[in-house]
T-cell receptor, first 115, second 109 residues
Framework: ETGVTQTPRHLVMGMTNKKSLKCEQHLGHNAMYWYKQSAKKPLELMFVYNFKEQTENNSVPSRFSPECPNSSHLFLHLHTLQPEDSALYLC??????????????FGEGSRLTVL | TQLLEQSPQFLSIQEGENLTVYCNSSSVFSSLQWYRQEPGEGPVLLVT?????EVKKLKRLTFQFGDARKDSSLHITAAQPGDTGLYLCAGADDYKLSFGAGTTVTVRA
């Protein structure tokens, strides 16, 4: 138990579906992140929220839409995805420190399959 | 985007052997972190190194940060099956981490 909970753990969707991934952190952190993990590739940073404000959008296609209603919750809304978007989506939180992001606490991930 | 290259990509060894995993970059980082990820779970932090030349030990794991703060290594002594997992290095810059692709380590009993 890392203090970061992701739901659902597994999701299968068609290319025309709309779905959302949810992340909740119980650690009192001030930053939350979405990462994409594909086989044999580095974790790709998608979005960063710092005190609920989006501070990074790493050239992510608009079919991925993040939402951070408060410092404890983070959503990733999915719409008209492509098969190449199939991956493990990891949410993380951290307490930002003067010298950097500090330790990232990850959830267990949401395994997404796009048919 | 700051690129971190990890080598080797895969490593399979017998229990009791030693192993070293490398993380290299052309960029300088304020700090570097090592994570281990097991199947079905998210990565978990092992260590953070901050100072160039720093060496940290965590039981049988030894982490070293290069003098120029661009590279790092992880050495495991007398590996055990419980050390099996994906080892990820990550360089810190401001408020974000850039990750390498990882080294998959398998320790056979």
């Amino acid at each position: 138990e890392t203090g970061v909970t992701q739901t659902p753990r597994h999701l299968v969707m068609g290319m025309t579906n709309k779905k959302s991934l949810k992340c909740e952190q119980h650690l009192g952190h001030n930053a939350m992140y979405w990462y994409k993990q594909s086989a044999k590739k580095p974790l790709e940073l998608m979005f960063v929220y710092n005190f609920k404000e989006q501070t990074e959008n790493n050239s992510v296609p608009s079919r991925f839409s993040p939402e951070c209603p408060n410092s404890s919750h983070l959503f990733l809304h999915l719409h008209t995805l492509q098969p190449e978007d199939s991956a493990l989506y990891l949410c993380a939180s951290s307490q930002l420190a003067p010298r950097g992001p500090g330790e990232l606490f990850f959830g267990e991930g949401s395994r997404l399959t796009v048919l | 985007t700051q690129l971190l290259e990890q080598s080797p990509q895969f490593l399979s060894i017998q229990e009791g052997e030693n192993l070293t995993v490398y993380c290299n970059s052309s960029s300088v980082f304020s700090s570097l972190q090592w994570y281990r990820q097991e199947p079905g779970e998210g990565p978990v932090l092992l260590v953070t190194v901050v100072t160039g030349g720093e060496v940290k030990k965590l039981k049988r794991l030894t982490f070293q940060f290069g003098d120029a703060r661009k590279d790092s290594s992880l050495h495991i002594t007398a590996a055990q099956p419980g050390d099996t997992g994906l080892y990820l290095c990550a360089g810190a810059d401001d408020y974000k981490l850039s990750f390498g692709a990882g080294t998959t380590v398998t320790v056979r009993a």
